[in-house]
């Protein structure tokens, strides 16, 4: 059965734009004073492979220029890896024959405590899909937990209905991270094979439903290496473009994940390399120059080094992909949804990025705006 896109969702032009490139049409778009769809199709083709140079000056001062010499931290949290879905490139796909867990309450307090410790003032909260064990309630409840350390709470889990975003917003969540994973529909229904992620326009219109609930960030991504990287990127710069048309008072952002080992065993049917990434990032901050971009722990210190200011001016940091994981008393055989590449500590990390001539920047939001923001609405 095909699935139809919307009016707004079609990289298939641009694709062809792309592969039509040469070096000198991408050394044109590079000069463009406004680029937009065509440019950016040219900036992440092969053609433009050899500008990689120019478009990393071009994009420094980009990001000077709208982020200055910062870069934002947040700090993950998974609640439970219980999991009602078939996903077969996640470590917590309901097959998985791995120990699950669930943070009770009094646990999600202590995790928040660890994290606070490390001097971090935005915590990200993960689940899997839905499940009894980790339903809305229970993210409300952790939710407000959380909202009583850190000034900025965001979720990634379950898309929902806008009523039940309505509620995490009413909770004091600030923001959702949700990734279509891919944007081509054939293969979605393929890499998903049961659960609630199957439905791909459910899926595709939620952070729709989550701005219109009054959520204040949305952050959006692909996971490179399931398809066609140029497919994905060209429907992530859509998808993009379409919510800052729609929801232009909230905040835009955009991850650039890679597929990591998982205790399932995926091979990507794509190998994106560090080339082809750093190429992405710099094509969407040219393209995209006040939009934040983000760069997790997934990547090798290296190349988070090396991005850090350059176009990417947000990172997680002491990343951990099992639940809990941040206090002393975590089970260290916990399973985890995917490895880290990026092992340092927050003290670390703070002194790599210090070292180039950046700055950390633990907290950019108040609660007291947050709560004034909600009356007004």
């Known amino acids: 059965m095909t699935v139809p896109q919307p009016d707004w969702l079609d990289p298939t032009p641009w694709i062809a734009a792309a592969q039509r490139a040469t070096p000198e ?27 990689l140079e120019a478009m990393a000056q071009r994009a420094q001062a980009l990001t000077r220029r709208h982020f200055g010499r910062t870069i934002s931290l947040y700090t993950p949290l998974y609640l439970s890896n219980y999991c009602s879905g078939g996903c077969t490139y996640c470590g917590f796909a309901s097959d998985r024959k791995a120990p699950r867990k669930r943070l009770s ?27 009894p064990e980790a339903d809305l309630s229970y993210l409300l409840r952790c939710v407000k937990i959380a909202a009583r350390s850190f000034h900025k709470v965001t979720v990634e889990v379950f898309p929902m209905p806008t009523d039940e975003y309505r509620a995490l917003v009413d909770a004091g969540c600030t923001g959702l991270t949700l990734y279509q994973e891919t944007y081509d529909p054939e293969l979605y229904a393929k890499l998903h094979r049961w659960g609630p992620k199957q439905d791909y326009p459910a899926r595709l219109d939620a952070p729709e439903r989550a701005l219109s609930a ?29 919510l800052q048309r729609r929801h232009w008072r909230a905040g835009v952002s ?40 983000v760069l997790s722990t997934r990547e090798p210190a290296k190349l988070r080094d090396g991005m850090a200011g350059i176009g990417v ?33 927050t003290e670390a990390f703070c002194q790599s990025l210090r070292a180039h001539g950046l700055e950390p920047v633990f907290k950019n939001w108040d609660s007291v705006y947050r709560a004034e923001t909600r009356d007004a609405q």
């Open 25 to 51: 049409a991408a050394a044109g778009a590079l000069r463009a004073t406004t680029p937009a769809e065509r440019e950016f199709a040219v900036l992440i083709s092969p053609a433009a492979a050899g500008q």
């Open 105 to 131: 309450f009094e646990e999600v307090e202590t995790e928040c405590r660890a994290i606070k410790a490390l001097g971090v003032d935005e915590i990200l909260l993960l689940t899997g899909e839905r499940t």
């Open 214 to 242: 009054g959520f204040r960030f949305i952050g959006i991504g692909a996971l490179l290496g399931l398809g066609d990287p140029l497919y994905d990127m060209i429907a992530l710069y859509q998808h993009a473009t379409h």
């Open 254 to 293: 955009v991850s650039f994940p890679r597929i990591q080992p998982e205790v399932g065993g995926f091979k990507p049917g794509v190998v994106v390399t560090d080339h082809q990434l750093v190429q992405f990032i710099l094509a969407f901050r040219i393209c995209l120059p006040t939009v934040p971009l």
């Open 313 to 345: 001016n947000k990172m997680s940091v002491a990343s951990k992909t099992t639940v809990g994981g941040y206090s002393e008393d975590d089970d260290a055989s916990a399973t985890e949804q995917f490895e880290v590449s990026d092992t340092r500590s």
